[in-house]
DNA sequence: TTGGGGCTTCCCAGCATGGGAGGGTCAAGC
DNA sequence: GCTTGACCCTCCCATGCTGGGAAGCCCCAA
């Protein structure tokens, strides 16, 4: 099948179909004779892998290693079981990293009386004279900064 | 003050600060006859305003409002507030994107038993037959897949 | 034969950030 | 005065993932 096609089967762009295969995250479809790239089942079972590990937020070298993993007959449960929980230790950062944003930005909205008045304690805050965060132990930069500034 | 020191002072890279100038975030500071950037005491102030936007994961773009709504005296808090909450909206979209990704992959993880025999549910689940997720409604997609999938 | 849709490659853009080359400037110390 | 090292300048490139678009070829149906 064209790409096209695959690209309806797999959810995946006809741009990202060609970009992953040259990076080299999928080998290189086969070509007929005057270069249209060719899918066959197999490179279809291949992206669709792809496209379920891209939803899961993996990235385009994690996804590297699961494809190998996936095709290695003498892989352990173990490695894999190891790449997905490192990848939810990540996943799971971020994630605090939004809260505290979201909390931070919350308290701030809910202190400000939002109306046709200019005071606004989010714009108080940020404007705020102090020293701004230190860039130091990442997770807590937000909440630390907003927490002496408040 | 020379470029570095703004650096120091406000936490965001020499780059950055280069950058930010380059784009029009903040007005071009001064410049000594030979070249040198110079910053005073408000450009200071502009730039803590904006690191402290940014650790609250706003876009320089939204930045450019809230610096502009803060340099207006005739603003309305009603203004600012709307921002910071459509701001929350969007993180909040992001930390479901999050959570529903963490959930997938942590039931995933959980039901791979993790030894040495290569059979595994996460990848059986990623290299399932059945069509990927629709790429529609968004923020379901991941579990909708997958609860399709699994 | 012609038209339209699909395919090809190549270049560009974005976001926010960092790296590095190549060269000028400044201040301190000899 | 001269050297040295830290600092600054601009310019280009890279990242990760994605999309847009141009110029040109291919294929099928009418």
């Not at 994690?62 to 190998?68: C, D, K, N, P, R």
């Not at 993993?69 to 996943?91: M, N, P, T």
Request: glycine fraction near 8%; aromatic fraction near 6%.
């Amino acid at each position: 099948m064209n790409i096209g096609e695959a690209a309806r089967q797999t959810g995946i762009s006809v741009k990202m179909l060609r970009y992953y295969e040259e990076i080299g995250l999928v080998r290189p479809a086969l070509r007929t004779y005057s270069g249209y790239r060719v899918y066959q089942d197999k490179d279809i079972a291949t992206l669709r892998f792809v496209r379920r590990a891209r939803d899961l937020g993996f990235q385009v070298k994690e996804i590297a290693t699961l494809l190998g993993l996936w095709c290695d007959q003498a892989r352990s449960s173990a490695e894999v079981k190891a790449v997905a929980l490192a990848h939810v230790v990540d996943l799971e950062e971020r994630r605090r990293h939004l809260d505290d944003m979201i909390g931070t930005l919350r308290h701030l909205a809910h202190n400000c009386h939002g109306d046709a008045r200019p005071d606004c304690p989010i714009l108080g805050t940020l404007g705020a004279d102090g020293p701004v965060a230190p860039p130091a132990p990442r997770r807590s930069v937000v909440k630390a900064g907003f927490a002496a500034a408040v």
